[in-house]
Structures are given as structure tokens and as C-alpha cells.
């Protein structure tokens, strides 16, 4: 089996039954799950499993799940699949903490509180300052810059060459649309998120994770995990805390996290967690790649046949 890279989803990915195979399926999977009942002191499970879509959209909510899913997801796959050789991981948003997780930088139980608080701090700052996210296809990275100059937004995600998402307060972000659609974008799509993710609008999300982050105990990865704001492996426990709180505030950078592993002569990906968001934007920065997504047994089948 080839040396892989494995890659974890982000927010936004989730649906109302993740998951629910997969731990049905894998009694060390549904271990996961009950675990997280237990830690966060309410069903997580069955907000995954059985909804409703609202209550498990809710940051506070949705960090965390997202995080058993895609853990269990791994779960599956290295239990299925043997001994799998990689090279490295990494996630989008809150997925570079599954990565973190998968590396050995954090327990298990530490990184759903971490997760559940973040959650938290990031919807209270949605609250103080309203504001949205915009997603570009098909505008050269001069004409999005004149765009965020022009409008007062920034740079949340650069996901591969075609689509950038900008993030800002409301009447910026409809600005922004307007002038990238006049600048000649093959399109624009106006995320339903509840806030200014990875803007200078998640300032005060930040400051809170930083105290947070304060009383966690956090280990060396045992294998490399590429950071979203500088598409380079994390160093140790104190640069990784640092990483982590300047990560709410800038932008993620997918394509030079795809890049590392590129230079470092990974083609094979799996990605784990709901969606196969992550698996199409690698395709696209790389295109000599492969990449499988696991989100319920029928992928999990297919991914462990993967050569």
C-alpha cells in the first residue's frame, strides 16, 4: 500500500444521520460515539444520527460531531485496512483539529472540549458583529484582491486555484459579490454560514481560545500534521496552540497544504468525514492525485481497496 496522506472535513460538511452506519457497523466506532455522550454530558450520537439538522448545525454542536464522525471514519478504515503507511495529515478549519487529534497532539476527550468551546466562542462572535462568507469561482487572484480592497472583506479560503471564499460583515460580503460578478467570475455563492469565519470578525472567538487553549495538554505529533495559515507541518506544543488560536482569524490555505504533501511525493489521499468536499478540491490543485472519501461503509468499502 502506497504511502497516503489523510485529510479530515470542516464545517459545513455535516447531515442528519453521520455516521450512523459506520457505528452500527464497527463496535469500536459506536465506542467513540458513546464516549462523547459521555465527555459533553448530553447525546451527540443522536443528534448525528437522528437530527434534527438545526441543533446539529449549531457550532457548539456541529465542531464536535463533525470531529467523532470523521475520527470514527479513520477508525473504520485503519481497522479494515490494516496497517496503513502515512505520510502525514492535515483538515480544513476545524479538521486540522481531527488531524491533531490523529497525530497524537491530543487525547481523544481533550480535543471534544476544545472543540465544543471553540464552537461556542466562534457563535458568540457571530452574534457581536453579524456578518457572512461569499464563495468565488473563476476570478484571477489580482482581480479578488482589487475585490477584498474594493469591498473591506478578506481571504477565508484559498481551496485550489478556481475558488477562493471571501468572508466580511453582511453589507461587505453583498458588495463583494457584486463586484466579483462585474470583475468576471464564472460564479458566486453566498454560504449559509452564521458568520465571518477565519476573518478579523472572530477576534474575540480568538482570545477566548487563547485562555482556553492555556489549560490543554497538548504532545508532539508523531507524524506531520500541515497547518491551515502556513500550508508547513506544525512544530511542538507551543507553536501548535499558537497556530491554532491565529487560525480563527486567517485564511486557510488548502492549496499549499496540498502542496506540501505534493512535494513530499504523496499522491494517494483519504479523506474522512462527512462530505467529499476535500476530495474534489485536491483533485483539482493536484492533478495527478487520487483521493478517496470515507463518510459510511460503502465508501469505507471502496477506499480500502485503494492500492
Not at 459506536?30 to 437522528?50: N, P, T, Y
Not at 505529533?221 to 507541518?233: F, L, W
Request: include cysteine.
Amino acid at each position: 500500500m502506497k504511502e497516503k496522506a489523510v485529510v479530515f472535513a470542516g464545517q459545513g460538511a455535516q447531515a442528519v444521520g453521520m455516521g450512523l452506519d459506520i457505528a452500527a457497523a464497527n463496535p469500536s466506532c459506536r465506542a467513540l460515539f458513546d464516549k462523547a455522550d459521555e465527555v459533553l454530558g448530553f447525546k451527540l450520537s443522536k443528534l448525528c444520527f437522528e437530527g434534527p439538522l438545526e441543533e446539529l448545525t449549531k457550532s457548539s454542536n456541529c465542531q464536535p460531531a463533525i470531529f467523532v464522525m470523521s475520527t470514527a471514519c479513520w477508525k473504520a478504515f485503519s481497522d479494515k485496512a490494516g496497517s496503513v503507511p502515512v505520510k502525514g495529515t492535515a483538515g480544513l478549519s476545524l479538521g486540522e483539529w481531527s488531524a491533531l487529534h490523529m497525530a497524537g497532539a491530543l487525547t481523544f476527550e481533550d480535543t471534544l472540549r476544545v472543540l465544543q468551546a471553540r464552537g461556542r466562542f466562534m457563535q458568540e462572535a457571530c452574534e457581536e458583529k453579524k456578518g457572512g462568507m461569499v464563495s468565488v469561482i473563476g476570478l484571477a487572484n489580482d482581480k479578488l484582491m482589487e475585490v477584498c480592497a474594493n469591498s473591506g472583506v478578506e481571504i477565508a479560503n484559498l481551496n485550489s486555484a478556481e475558488q477562493t471564499v471571501l468572508s466580511g460583515e453582511f453589507q461587505a460580503i453583498q458588495a463583494a459579490e457584486k463586484l466579483a460578478k462585474e470583475a468576471g467570475a464564472k460564479k458566486t455563492v453566498v454560504l449559509n454560514v452564521a458568520g465571518a469565519f477565519h476573518s478579523k470578525l472572530m477576534t474575540s472567538a480568538a482570545n477566548k481560545l487563547r485562555e482556553f487553549l492555556a489549560k490543554v495538554e497538548i504532545h508532539q505529533p508523531g507524524i506531520p500534521v500541515v497547518a491551515n495559515t502556513t500550508g508547513m507541518p506544525h512544530g511542538g506544543p507551543d507553536d501548535i496552540r499558537s497556530m491554532m488560536v491565529r487560525q480563527v482569524t486567517s485564511s486557510v490555505r488548502w492549496i499549499s497544504c496540498v502542496n506540501w504533501f505534493k512535494n513530499n511525493g504523496v499522491t494517494d489521499y483519504v479523506e474522512c468525514g462527512p462530505g467529499k468536499v476535500l476530495s474534489g478540491l485536491i483533485r483539482r490543485i493536484y492533478a495527478g492525485s487520487s483521493a478517496v472519501s470515507i463518510s459510511d461503509v460503502a465508501s469505507l468499502d471502496k477506499a480500502v481497496t485503494m492500492p
